[in-house]
């Protein structure tokens, strides 16, 4: 039952949050954009191969309809945003609201979600270790290693930094929507955002 949690627990860090401030303090205020491009791709995989990862056991068949959703959408969006066309106040005022509202909302889901579960129970449970290993260890260095011949400097940084971020904690919400045990996802993001 742990096997899709896992799998986006690992694939998944928490760019957002934790990655883009740290890029921010380590690169620059200027590097910030070219970090929050990778949100593009992170939230199309997140929502269509991370959502089919949750979506079912053996012999589940994802619906790709679902793919289109508002957090695909808004990343789509965004795109449009970025080749400078002009967005009404109103709509734009009403985009940063509820953009400043999903990292609160996340945090109550994940706080529920380890409401749930002992701290003793998360810190006892092995997985939850090589989980971490993989996320904070093993993912930034393969970064490093595919993109290392191919550039250096802040260009090679910033993604092995992003990729060093502890697990996405929208991996809860989505294990919630998708009917999934949250419990071992909270485990692994409490344990490796620590």
């Known amino acids: 039952e742990d096997v899709g949690a896992t799998r986006l627990v690992t694939a998944f860090g928490n760019v957002g949050f934790v990655g883009l401030p740290v890029v921010a303090a380590i690169f620059g ?12 791709p992170f939230n199309l995989a997140l929502y269509s191969i991370g959502a089919a990862q949750l979506s079912g ?59 749930a579960i002992s701290v003793r129970a998360a810190l006892a449970d092995w997985r939850v270790y090589v989980v971490s290993a993989v996320r904070l260890l093993v993912c930034p260095l393969l970064t490093w290693l595919v993109l290392r011949p191919f550039v250096s400097g802040a260009l090679l940084g910033i993604p092995v930094l992003l990729a060093a971020c502890p697990s996405a904690m929208v991996v809860t919400a989505l294990c919630l929507q998708y009917d999934r045990s949250d419990a071992f996802a909270s485990k692994c993001i409490f344990l490796n955002t620590i």
């Open 57 to 115: 056991g053996a012999g589940a068949r994802f619906d790709w309809r679902k793919v289109l959703n508002m957090p695909v959408i808004a990343t789509l969006l965004s795109v449009v945003l970025l080749s400078r066309i002009h967005v009404p106040a109103v709509i734009a005022d009403t985009i940063s609201t509820l953009a400043g509202a999903t990292i609160p909302l996340s945090m109550l889901i994940i706080g529920t979600s380890l409401g």
């Open 29 to 40: 205020d200027e590097m910030v954009f070219f970090a929050s491009l990778t949100n593009i």
